[in-house]
């Protein structure tokens, strides 16, 4: 017995296969793409407040080194937008160094700022340090 041939003719669509695939390929990609853009812009954030942080410590700073008497101990404050900082003035040296002169030695300070600010899961902490030279003001 003859079989007769019979042709198929595949049309220029596509399957659903390859439909289903393409659109598989699609959605991973842009998965990926959005989680970028995210880390991104999470990233931009983060820049952001540390930078603030920084100038928020340069002008905390600064208006710390424009003073003539400081006083020893630990000062802190509210900046703005939940930034906080801490003044931590030391002496440089102990009083009682025979070696150096006593009048540099009342005159030498350490300073550490550190600015806080709420950084998301954990708080983050910018901290700058100088030594100065100040008058020496008496606790109370």
């Not at 669509?13 to 991104?40: D, H, K, P, R, Y």
């Not at 600015?115 to 003001?137: K, N, P, Q, S, Y």
């Amino acid at each position: 017995m003859i079989r007769p041939r019979v042709e198929t003719k595949r049309g220029g669509g596509f399957t659903l296969i390859e439909v289903l695939t393409a659109i598989m390929i699609l959605a991973v990609s842009l998965v990926v793409i959005f989680q970028l853009f995210s880390q991104g812009l999470k990233s931009a954030d983060v820049s952001d407040k540390y930078t603030r942080a920084i100038f928020h410590a340069r002008a905390k700073m600064e208006e710390v080194l424009l003073a003539e008497r400081l006083r020893e101990g630990e000062t802190e404050g509210v900046i703005e937008e939940g930034y906080r900082w801490k003044l931590t003035v030391a002496p440089a040296a102990p009083r009682e160094d025979p070696g150096d002169s006593p009048k540099t030695l009342e005159k030498m300070f350490y300073l550490t700022l550190d600015v806080t600010w709420d950084g998301g899961e954990h708080e983050r902490t910018f901290t700058i340090e100088t030594l100065h030279t100040a008058e020496r003001m008496e606790t109370e």
